[in-house]
């Protein structure tokens, strides 16, 4: 983060994905077409390149299908349990590359721990929870920070284009609770000013992009508490658009009761076989559905595969597995308080009690107030548990359905939208670049000026700022024998479209018409996918 003026910024990398339909992009390229002939030809063109793409992908998420549904099916043995997660996670680090997703940085990680957001009571994960076998290839951080470390062995976290949020209003449970923790710094001494100096970043499409990050406790830093207090504020957050997390749970432990169980009905099971011709016919189907072995499978841990969106910085840990909530400083004040007044009321009515004289018929009167006195002190004992541990489960609740909010997709579906990804923008790339080296009043063009022309249009067009990868939507084109590049970073047309469909036509793409696919469309589909055109270096 980075101080500019009275803005906190946050750096972020450009965006490199374009949120863009294809139909709207190439729609908007034709209106920049002469003739209605040329027209026609792009179109047919389009839908050319898109079979390809289709078909390399619809491998690739094949692939992983397999690998998840081997591993539900049939928990691999250990020896051969991490070529299974080697195989899981290099599909997956294909399809994030392809879709434009980047792992978690821990910097930006840091940044998301900073401050808080919607919530802003304390959230711990239970690593212990999670295998770290399942990411034990991964390349893991040298660094003294022990969270960024345990979130590496045990999650898989990759990230795709960020936003800002923004809320209005007078927070004020939230301003108590910030005078609550600058106190406790205050008496703890970490409430020190940073003299970090200012620093100013200059925009470029190219360079780190800015955010502003204007949390609760800049504003009152920097206009005072006490002036803040009664107004109302404006809070900035940057956020996530897409997050995208892998990962594997810890196999359950077998207790010793599932363990005699599986036994009871091994030997049941047993037992039906050698005695089949007594049981009757109408019978059968039920004693064999409801008593064989597998009835009580021994769990061997699952992989998940979920993805979010539009995500606060402050709220990253609210999206992560196996989350433990504990309670606000302003909560365990109250809870503080209302135990010290009890216990205080409670010593107070007990000495007035003891002291006075009493005598004759007023023992069995004072012992019966005692005894209305206990029973409305452990009442108040127990109202005091509850309500801290139903506010507890209020706080859980909120988290959850904060996060089904911002869950677009678990398991398999989160393959299949990746892959959805990918196609759309690997076409987008191709077409971007070769609809703009097609229109080029020059033989040849640069790399450099193909990127120019595409963010300007990108920008001019659709008010979308972007880091346009030109090299990868290029080299796919080389590969497929569009362009021909005659020397570095220099590329040449060697297809019109009319060419192009002329000697590769189009079909519907389902699978009765890839079986029946001309030879001709088919064999560049199959050299497609055998050259390394999808894949990110």
């Known amino acids: 983060m980075h101080k500019t003026g009275n803005e906190t910024v946050v750096e972020v990398p450009p965006d490199t994905f374009l949120p863009i339909t294809t139909k709207r992009l190439t729609n908007r390229l034709a209106a920049l077409l002469k003739t209605s002939e040329e027209v ?3 179109g047919e063109f389009v839908d050319n390149l898109r079979a390809v793409v289709t078909l390399n992908y619809d491998a690739v998420m094949n692939e992983v299908r397999e690998v998840l549904d081997e591993f539900e099916a049939k928990p691999p043995e250990a020896d051969d349990r991490q070529r ?8 997956m680090q294909t399809l994030f590359d392809a879709s434009q997703y980047t792992a978690l940085a821990e910097e930006t990680f840091t940044t998301a721990q900073e401050v808080e957001y919607e919530f802003d009571f304390p959230t711990s994960i239970d690593w212990d929870k999670l295998d770290a076998s399942f990411l034990a290839r991964s390349p893991q951080p040298d660094t003294d920070d022990e969270e960024w470390t345990e979130l590496c062995k045990h999650l898989s976290v990759f990230t795709r284009g960020v936003k800002q949020t923004s809320k209005t209003g007078f927070f004020f449970p939230q301003k108590i609770e910030l005078l609550l923790t600058l106190i406790q710094e205050w008496g703890q001494g970490t409430n020190k000013k940073s003299d970090k100096k200012e620093e100013r970043i200059s925009p470029s499409v190219k360079g780190m992009r800015r955010v502003v990050r204007n949390s609760l406790r800049d504003t009152c830093n920097r206009k005072g508490f006490m002036t803040t207090l009664f107004q109302r504020v404006e809070i900035k957050e940057p956020m996530f658009d897409k997050i995208c997390m892998v990962y594997k749970n810890k196999p359950k432990p077998q207790s010793t009761a599932v363990k005699k169980t599986q036994h009871a009905v091994k030997k049941l099971a047993t037992a039906l076989r050698f005695r ?3 049981v009757p016919e109408e019978c059968e189907p039920l004693a ?6 597998t009835a009580v499978p021994l769990s061997a841990g699952t992989i998940e595969i979920g993805l979010f969106t539009e995500v606060p910085f402050g709220d990253l840990e609210a999206i992560f597995p196996h989350k433990t909530i504990s309670l606000k400083k302003t909560d365990t004040v109250v809870f ?3 135990i010290v007044s009890t216990i205080i ?7 007035n009690l003891f002291t006075t004289p009493v005598q004759g018929e007023r023992v069995k009167g004072t012992m019966f107030l005692v005894l209305l006195l206990t ?4 009442k108040h004992a127990v109202a005091l548990v509850t309500g801290w541990m139903n506010m507890k489960k209020s706080y859980e609740r909120d988290v959850s359905n904060w996060t089904q909010v911002r869950t677009c997709a678990t398991g398999m579906p989160v393959v299949a939208q990746l892959v959805d990804d990918v196609k759309e923008q690997e076409l987008k790339e191709m077409v971007l670049a070769y609809f703009f080296l097609w229109q080029s009043s020059k033989a040849t063009c640069t790399a450099e000026e193909i990127d120019h022309q595409v963010e300007n249009f990108l920008y001019h067009c659709f008010d979308n700022k972007v880091d346009f990868d ?6 796919k084109l080389l590969h497929l024998g569009l362009v021909s590049s005659p020397s570095p970073d220099t590329y040449e047309l060697l297809h019109t479209p009319e060419s192009w469909i002329e000697s590769h036509p189009h079909r519907p793409l389902t699978q009765t018409s890839i079986r029946t696919m001309p030879d001709r469309l088919r064999r560049i589909s199959h050299s497609a996918a055998l050259h390394p055109l999808f894949t990110s270096d």
């Open 40 to 42: 026609n030809m792009w």
């Open 84 to 91: 299974y997660y080697t195989s899981m996670l290099e599909n």
């Open 276 to 278: 089949k011709k007594s």
């Open 288 to 293: 064999s559905a409801s008593l064989i072995p």
């Open 336 to 338: 503080m308080v209302k």
């Open 345 to 351: 009321i409670l010593g107070l009515t007990v000495k």
């Open 375 to 378: 029973i409305a002190v452990v």
């Open 470 to 475: 030109e090299d990868d939507g290029m080299q």
